[in-house]
C-alpha cells in the first residue's frame, strides 16, 4: 500500500483522506490552521477560526451528489452529520402546482441531502475522519512546497511535502488546498512546465445573514431564485438555523448598499416568495464576500503530465460562482475518481496521471464548463436589466428546459438531476426523447418571480 500525503485539512482534503485510507493507504493530511475544532456545533460556529477557508461562513449546500458519495463510499458520515444537528432535506420536497404528476417514485429518494452550516458540517466531518484508521491529521502543520527527483519521462516527480519545520515523503501528494492552492507556483519551483489555466472575475458580490428561530421557514420559491439585477439564495441550515444571500453585480453601487442590515431587510420584505425568511432573530451581521474567481487548472498539458505523483483535487483544480453551491458535491465526486484511478494505477505515476486526468475531463469538467456559461449569461442579464438596455438573450435549450419543467414529472426531475449535481444539462439533453419534451414549450416564456423593478430597487436602498 502507499504513502499518501494531503495538503488541506478542510471538507474536501477529509474527504478525499479517507476514501484512500478505507483503500488500506497510509494517509497524512496537513492542515495549516492550528488548533482541533471546537466540541460543539455552537462552539464551531462562534468560535472556530479557519482562516485558510475564506467562506468558511458563507452559505453551503451539501447536494445529492454530495450524499451519495458518503452514503456509497463513507457510511455513518451522514449519521454524523446529522447528529451535529444537519437537516435532512429533499429537491422534491415542494413540486410546483403546475406539474400534472405530484406522485413521488420508487427512485426519488435520490434527490435528498443533508445541508448545514459550513464549520458545524466541517465539524463532523473531522470527527469521522478522526475515527478512520490509517488517516493521520495534524494541524498547524503548513506545507510550503515539494520534494522531487527527475521521472524517466524527463518530468518532475513529486516525492514528499516540504512544511515550514519538516519534509514528509510520500509515493501521492495531493492538493486540497482549495481556490486559493499555491500549488502550481510550487510546480514551478521544481520544474514542472506550467499547467494550462483558465482564470476571471465573473463579477459577482455576495451578502449574507444568518437567522436562528423555532421554526424553520418553508421553501415557497426556488432556493435560489433570478430576480432582475439581482439574485437571493436561502437556505437551511442545521440547528434550526437559516441563512438569506443576495447576490448581484460587485459594479453595482446601488445594490452594494445591502450590506446595511436596515437595508437588506427592506430588499427582502419586498420579495413575496421570500419575506418570511427574515421571520427569524439574526444572529450576524450581513456577510459580505466578493472577488470570487472562475478558475480551471488542467495538469495534463500535450498528452504529458506536467509532474507525477501529483495530482489536485475539488477547488484546487476548478472553481466556481460559488452561489450555485456546487463546491462540495463536485469535490467530492471528483475525489472518488481520483480514489478509483489510484486503484487501478497507483503502481504507474504516468500512467495514474493521465487517467485521472482523462476521467476529470469525462466526468468533471463539464460541471465547471457548464457553470461557467451559466455564470457568463446571469452577469450580462444583471449588466443590462442596471444599465437600462435589453438583456441578452438566455441559451435557447436552457430557456426552454426551466419552463418546460413546471408542467413535465419527466423533465423536472432531469432539472433536479442539474441543480443536484447528478447530470449536466448536455447529458440530460442527449436522452432518448429528452428534447421531444421540451419542444411544445419552446415559444412559453419562462416563470418570472415576484420582484421589485429596478427602479423599486433603487427606491428601496435609498
Not at 235 to 261: A, H, M, Y
Amino acid at each position: 500500500m502507499a504513502s499518501v500525503v494531503v495538503c488541506g485539512g478542510s471538507v474536501l482534503g477529509l474527504v478525499t483522506g479517507m476514501l484512500l485510507a478505507r483503500d488500506g493507504h497510509s494517509v497524512l493530511v496537513l492542515e495549516g490552521d492550528p488548533g482541533p475544532p471546537p466540541q460543539t456545533p455552537t462552539d464551531a460556529w462562534n468560535r472556530w477560526q479557519r482562516r485558510g477557508v475564506p467562506q468558511f461562513r458563507q452559505p453551503h449546500n451539501l447536494f445529492p451528489r454530495l450524499q451519495h458519495v458518503l452514503d456509497d463510499e463513507l457510511p455513518g458520515t451522514v449519521d454524523e452529520l446529522l447528529a451535529a444537528g444537519c437537516v435532512q432535506s429533499d429537491l422534491l420536497a415542494s413540486l410546483p402546482p403546475s406539474l400534472p404528476d405530484q406522485r413521488r417514485r420508487p427512485d426519488d429518494d435520490r434527490f435528498r441531502f443533508v445541508t448545514g452550516r459550513r464549520p458545524v458540517v466541517e465539524l463532523a466531518i473531522a470527527r469521522t475522519a478522526d475515527a478512520t484508521p490509517g488517516l493521520e491529521l495534524r494541524r498547524g502543520v503548513r506545507a510550503v512546497g515539494f520534494t522531487a527527483e527527475t521521472a524517466r519521462t524527463g518530468r518532475p516527480h513529486v516525492t514528499g511535502v516540504v512544511t515550514e519545520n519538516d519534509e514528509f515523503p510520500a509515493d501521492l501528494v495531493i492538493d486540497a488546498m482549495g481556490r486559493r492552492s499555491p500549488a502550481m507556483d510550487w510546480l514551478t519551483t521544481i520544474g514542472a512546465p506550467s499547467p494550462r489555466l483558465e482564470s476571471s472575475d465573473v463579477g459577482f458580490v455576495y451578502y449574507t445573514r444568518y437567522f436562528h428561530g423555532g421554526a424553520r421557514p418553508r421553501q415557497i420559491g426556488p432556493a435560489s431564485a433570478v430576480l432582475g439585477s439581482f439574485s437571493i439564495l436561502t437556505l437551511l441550515g442545521d440547528n434550526d438555523t437559516w441563512s438569506i444571500t443576495l447576490f448581484g453585480s460587485n459594479r453595482d453601487p446601488v445594490f452594494k448598499q445591502v450590506r446595511e442590515p436596515e437595508r437588506f431587510s427592506r430588499v427582502v420584505h419586498a420579495l413575496p416568495a421570500h419575506a418570511h425568511w427574515l421571520q427569524g432573530e439574526p444572529i450576524t451581521d450581513v456577510l459580505p464576500m466578493a472577488g470570487v474567481l472562475d478558475r480551471y487548472r488542467r495538469f495534463v498539458v500535450d498528452g504529458r503530465p506536467v509532474a507525477t505523483g501529483f495530482a489536485a483535487v475539488g477547488d484546487a483544480w476548478a472553481c466556481t460562482n460559488p452561489s450555485a453551491g456546487r463546491g462540495l458535491s463536485v469535490g467530492a465526486a471528483h475525489a472518488v475518481l481520483l480514489r478509483d484511478a489510484f486503484r487501478r494505477h497507483g503502481d504507474d505515476p504516468d500512467t495514474f496521471a493521465l487517467a485521472f486526468d482523462a476521467a476529470t475531463e469525462q466526468f468533471v469538467t463539464p460541471f465547471y464548463r457548464s457553470q461557467r456559461a451559466t455564470d457568463a449569461e446571469r452577469f450580462a442579464e444583471i449588466s443590462a436589466i442596471r444599465e437600462g438596455r435589453e438583456p441578452p438573450p438566455r441559451d435557447e435549450r436552457m430557456r426552454t428546459f426551466s419552463v418546460a419543467m413546471l408542467h413535465d414529472a419527466e423533465v423536472f426531475r432531469a432539472f433536479l438531476e442539474t441543480i443536484g449535481c447528478l447530470a449536466v444539462p448536455d447529458e440530460v439533453f442527449a436522452r432518448p426523447g429528452m428534447l421531444e419534451r421540451l419542444e411544445p414549450w419552446r415559444d412559453e416564456a419562462p416563470l418570472q418571480m415576484p420582484a421589485p423593478s429596478r427602479q423599486r430597487l433603487e427606491q428601496l436602498l435609498a
